[in-house]
T-cell receptor, first 112, second 112 residues
Framework: QKEVEQNSGPLSVPEGAIASLNCTYSDRGSQSFFWYRQYSGKSPELIMFIYSNGDKEDGRFTAQLNKASQYVSLLIRDSQPSDSATYLCAVTPRDSNYQLIWGAGTKLIIKP | DTAVSQTPKYLVTQMGNDKSIKCEQNLGHDTMYWYKQDSKKFLKIMFS???????INETVPNRFSPKSPDKAHLNLHINSLELGDSAVYFC???????????FGNGTRLTVT
């Protein structure tokens, strides 16, 4: 059973601090890794995707992938109250080009 | 200029009825999906079509039937609705299998 694990939270972070969200996956051959943000009552929207080991930065967001340890993380620098949302991790397994394995999401709260 | 649009946004109906949800994407993507998100916010794939061909058909009741008249449209028909069908249903599309998903705004189905 392929799984993606996330701490459900809530994770509370002061405004201006760095928020660190983590995700582990069970399929060692996983190929593609995505972070989506979902506000309450809204649809998921893509924040970052990463395919190779290492860091990928986009503005205040950095995705980190470590395939050897089978984890992917999302760092949000200078956290803002508008970053408060549920963050979903999704992984493409080795044996499917179209299937995504989703984590249950981490609820992030940024406190002013 | 909506990328992925689905209708209706809200659907309230009684047990036993038949209903349809429509989805259209104008991104030129080859692959479309139906996802179900339950009250615990867990996203579960139901179906996926690639160029009108069914490629993912997860274990869902056969009361659910997808139809893709062309690669820009994917509809979901549900027969004999049950209380447990109440959820938010998201349509999504992607350029190819390992590409990021673009979600529609969701259809909140309530069965009474």
């Amino acid at each position: 059973q392929k799984e993606v694990e996330q701490n459900s939270g809530p994770l509370s972070v002061p405004e201006g601090a760095i928020a660190s969200l983590n995700c582990t996956y069970s399929d060692r051959g996983s190929q593609s890794f995505f972070w989506y943000r979902q506000y309450s009552g809204k649809s998921p929207e893509l924040i970052m995707f990463i395919y190779s080991n290492g860091d990928k930065e986009d503005g205040r967001f950095t995705a980190q992938l470590n395939k050897a340890s089978q984890y992917v993380s999302l760092l949000i620098r200078d956290s803002q109250p508008s970053d408060s949302a549920t963050y979903l991790c999704a992984v493409t397994p080795r044996d499917s080009n179209y299937q995504l394995i989703w984590g249950a999401g981490t609820k992030l709260i940024i406190k002013p | 200029d909506t990328a992925v649009s689905q209708t209706p946004k809200y659907l309230v109906t009684q047990m036993g009825n038949d209903k349809s949800i429509k989805c259209e994407q104008n991104l030129g993507h080859d692959t479309m999906y139906w996802y179900k998100q339950d009250s615990k916010k867990f996203l579960k794939i139901m179906f996926s079509y690639n160029n009108k061909e069914l490629i993912i058909n997860e274990t869902v009741p056969n009361r659910f039937s997808p139809k893709s008249p062309d690669k820009a449209h994917l509809n979901l028909h549900i027969n004999s609705l049950e209380l447990g069908d109440s959820a938010v249903y998201f349509c999504a599309s992607s350029q190819e299998g390992r590409s990021p998903l673009h979600f529609g705004n969701g259809t909140r189905l309530t069965v009474t």
